[in-house]
Structures are given as C-alpha cells and as structure tokens.
C-alpha cells in the first residue's frame, strides 16, 4: 500500500528514513528513487547521500547546513510535487551481464554447506521447485527471460539488488538458515523475491543459481567502463542476463583480466514507470 | 615514513569523517568511532582534524620512527613507551628519526589514536584514506596493518609542546558503565510500549563479538507492537524482520532477539528492524568501552542530539590547547 503521504523517521542525529508503503510493491522503489532524483535536483545544501531501497529513501545531511525542521519540509514538498507514480520518469541504463547458471563454483559452495553444516536440496532445484517451474532449466529461462530493476546498490562494494521487470517471472525463496559461510564473488543468487550478485567472498543467504564473469565494481578502474566511477550499476539501471557457457565464461574472464572486456551497457534512456505499468 | 615491527591487534589508517557519499555505492564511511579523540590527536599535531592517522584497537603497534616527527596519542592509555621512557596522553611530542615508539595492551578505554604531523599519506579511495577493510580499500593495502610495512608520512608541521586542556577530553569511564544516548526511531514502534520501557531501562552488556561493523549487545528479552507481528509477508516471519531497507550509522540493529550497534565499517542495509539510533555525539564512548562493559541508554530528541554533537565539535578547536 502506498501511504497518502509518505512517513518520515529519524535515524539519530544525521539520518531520516522516508517510507513510502508498508510492503514491497515495486512502485514505492520507483518513488524512492523519483524522491532521490529530486532532491540531487534540489541540490539542498547540507544532504551528504541518499540510500534507496524498495519502500524507503535513508537521507544522510550535515545539522550544521541543514535544519532538520527545514529537511522534513523540503522532503515532504518535493515528495508531493512527485505527483502520481505513473507520472515518474527514471534515468536508467541497461546492462546485459553475461551469466553462467548451474556453475561450478556455486556448486562448489552449496557441496561445501552440505558437508560442513547441514544437507540441502540443490539450490537451483529448490527454487525451481519452490516456484512450480519444471526443472532447473526452465528457471534459467524464467531468470533470464525478463529484465531486472535495480533497486538499489547497496550492502557491499557494487553490490545490485534486483527484482524482476516482468511480474511473471518473480521468483521467491527462503534464505538460507543458518547462512552459508562463504559466497564466490559474483554469485548470482536469489533470495525473498530478490536476486543479488555478491561482490565479496562473504557469508550468505541467498540461493545460489550462477556466476558472472564481470566484475560489479572495480577499485584499480582498469577497465575503461570503470573508468568514471568503480561501480558498474547504479539503482534505477536495468540487467538483463546473458546465459553463456563454461567455455565462454573462461574467455569472458580472461578479457576481464587482460582489461580488454567491453561491457554491453546503453546510454541513459528515460524509463516512463506509466508506460510500465500500462 | 614509518615502519611497522609490530602491527597490534587491529590497527587502521582512518581519517575524519570517512568515506563520506558512498552509500550508494555500497561503502561503509568507516573512519574513527571515536571521533573526538582522533580529532584532537591531529589538532595537538598541527594537521587538520581530517587528517589520516591510526585507530589501534586493544593492543597497539610498534612503530619506528624514519624520519622526526611530532606525534599525539589521545584515547586509550596502550601505556605507550618510546625508546622505552614513557609518553603521556593528549601531547604533543617530539620523535626523532631511528625511535621506537611501542604501545601495549589498552589500560583504560579500547581504542588508543595516534596523529604524526603532516599525517598518513596513503593513496585516497574514493576521496578518503579510512581503512574499509571487509572490502579491501582504503589505508595501507586495504586493510589492518601487518609487521614490515611502511605508512607514508606528509609534509611535516612540527608543532610540539601543546597539550589538550583536561575539561576538553574525553572522560573514559573506569567503573565500566557508559551512559549512551540514543534517539527513538526510525522503528520504535514495531516495539510495545513495555519492550520500549524495558530497553531504556535495563542494563546492556557489550559482547565480545563486537567489531568495526557491529557491536553486539546482551541483555532482555524484546517484545513487539502489533504491527510488528500482523504485517504483510514480505516482511519475512520474525517480528524483528522487515522489508531491506537502508541502515543507519549508530542503528541498534535487531536481528530476532538480538540488538547490533551498527557502527562505522557496517553493511549499508538489511531486512531488520531499527528501533534507535546511537547519537553522533555517543560514538567516542562506543568505541572506548570494551567487552562486557554495561550500557544503559538514555533517550534524547533529534534536537538535543544535535545540541550534544555540537558541543563536541566545539571542543575540538584550537581553543582546547595549551602550552605544556
């Protein structure tokens, strides 16, 4: 549900949280990252960053340039002047990712969880089964047969937390309980009703179902698309993956080491959240 | 330059105020927790308050010394020696070229800084030098320092012979309480009105499972408001559970029934509820109590937060100085 005006909350002395909805719809994504734009626009002097995620925008500010009564005006104004949501228009790039489904190195460390702390059905196959599809082959098709919506980067380095354009192919699984202890660096998983791709070898709860070659952040900006930031997407922008092969992925990486891969992403397009949802 | 023959328990090249605007970029600000101390440690050495120099946690290096330098040691007493002749705290002091500088187990607080004049000079990420270390970035090779390494040092300032004013520092508590404001929010209400009561009126005892990215609390059971418990299943089962969304610096993470601290190196978001906010100005005494130390939390409005962190932010000018 959208909230006829969104609810402000403190977070300590620097922080607000704004909510737009009390679930997970994805047009409170698109009104978190609308009030994002907004305020970047504004250029209100004394905001230090913005965190979006899928009902919520974190506000960091600076008290000393920024009041907070003058803060909370500013936002709910500019978040009025929103207007309906099918009225938004986003900035959004679309990324096409190569990705290897049913790795070996996801499988590595679902074996590894199995031995080490307790046995689990194959995490493709779980989701597969979970989400009525017929076999794991089919979920490759589902996952990439939409594109996904950045909702936010976010919880490590470059790290995109994506939710499926296309509702049909909305997947939704339980995390893992208790979380895994490792996690490949870029590992595509899925978990709730979102997909991640973890850019550190760090613990997990998500479902692992692939891996990419790329990498989603890059702190030596070797390869010329990280060249003007180190993170490859940003919330807003749009993935589309690319199933490819194990031959494939080898060749893939090798470029990505050499620093000769050229990634495949558009320019920045107006994505009409009204066109969307007609 | 500086060489490392002893890196200590974990200590870090950080700079005030971090790695500011990066959330949405997944970074952590990392930075000093104890933001006062490490702010008057560079004033005492003549570098801005911004400057790069070395938060040691619990057990501090050994450091030898490459060129003369002036140095200030603020927070924890690590019972610092050099050449084996004991140093004070909040100085500032000369070191010659060939000195060993060696800090030891902290006495009294957890988290001792060091400033050197001219400060840190490592290459910057992302604007900063604060050691990010779950990713690798910032400092020395992106993480605590290891024996053998060298810190590069800036252009020196060479302003010895001050001391910060006593009224100015930080008081380190020696019973082991700390009084630690917070503000309610942003998720009070998913508490009941007794859960609120509760956590503001029972005692906290710091885990020892506490680090840069969490400090782990022990106390009493939570109880929840309604809405906590009827709440649409995106949420997620668990009444602490709630749609991800983005963290907070100083949010006191609940995750079933236990509360986190979420402090400076701390994952940008998560899919658990933040009833309160540690104040900016409360951090210093985070990050000098140690393991098993008792917290009682005391509940302020946005107002008064930030009347406190002015008060801090005030202290560390060069009004707080004087000549030893």
Known sequence: MIFAEPIIAPGGDRFV??????????????????LKAALAEAGLKGVVDTNPCYNSLVIEYDPDALDYDDLLRELRALAAAL???????????????????????????IEDYCKRVKPREFDPAFVARLNGLSDVKQLVRVHSGTEHWVISVCSLPGLPLLRPLDPRCLLTSPK??????????????????????????????YNLIGRTPVPMWQATQALPIFKDSVVLLRAADRVKFVPIDLEEYHDIEARVNEGTYAFNVTNYQRFSVGAYRA | ?????????????????????????????????????????????????????????????????????????????????????ALPLWQSLTVYTGQTLVLGAARLGARGYIAIDGGIDTEPFLGSRATYSMAGVGGLDGGALKAGQHLPLGAP??????????????????????????????????????????????????????????FRLEGPEWSFADKAIHKAPEHGSNPSNTIDHGYPIGAINLCGQTPIILVNDTLTLGGFI??????????????????????RFKAVTVRE?????REIDALCGEASLEPT
């Not at chain 2, 030898?64 to 050099?82: E, K, N, Q, S």
């Not at chain 2, 937060?305 to 962190?309: E, I, K, V």
């Open chain 2, 274 to 295: 933040n009833p309160y906010t540690v104040i900016s100005a409360a951090f210093w005494k985070l990050g000098q109590s140690r393991p098993n130390e008792i917290y």
């Open chain 2, 305 to 309: 937060a930030q009347a406190l962190r």
């Open chain 2, 1 to 85: 330059m500086i060489e490392v023959l002893k890196p200590g328990l974990e200590t870090t090249v950080q700079d005030y105020p971090g790695r500011k605007g990066c959330f949405g970029y997944g970074f952590a600000p990392s930075g000093p927790i104890d933001h006062w101390s490490f702010r008057l440690a560079n004033l005492l050495v003549g570098n801005p308050v911004s400057a790069a120099g070395l938060e040691c946690q619990f057990i501090g290096p050994t450091l030898r010394f490459g060129r003369d330098a002036v140095i200030a040691l603020t927070g924890a007493d690590m019972g610092a020696t050099l050449d084996g002749t």
């Open chain 1, 176 to 205: 893992y309980d208790p979380p895994r202890l490792w996690t490949p660096p870029n590992a595509i998983c899925t978990g709730g009703m979102s997909t991640s791709i973890h850019t550190l070898r760090v613990p997990g709860g």
């Open chain 1, 17 to 34: 949280v704004v909510y737009f909805g009390d679930d997970a719809a994805i047009e409170l994504n698109f009104l978190a990252l609308g």
């Open chain 2, 157 to 214: 300032r060479r302003i010895a012979g001050r001391r910060v004013r006593a009224a100015a520092r930080p008081s380190i508590a020696t019973d082991r309480q700390w009084t630690i404001e917070v503000v309610p929010g942003p998720n009070d209400d998913w508490i009941d009105e007794t859960g609120q009561r509760r956590f503001l009126e029972s005692e906290w005892k710091l885990s020892a499972r506490s680090n840069r990215v969490g």
């Open chain 1, 83 to 109: 207007g309906p949501v099918d009225t938004l228009e986003l900035s959004s790039r679309l990324a096409y990712l190569p990705a290897m489904y049913l790795d070996p190195w996801t499988k590595e460390a």
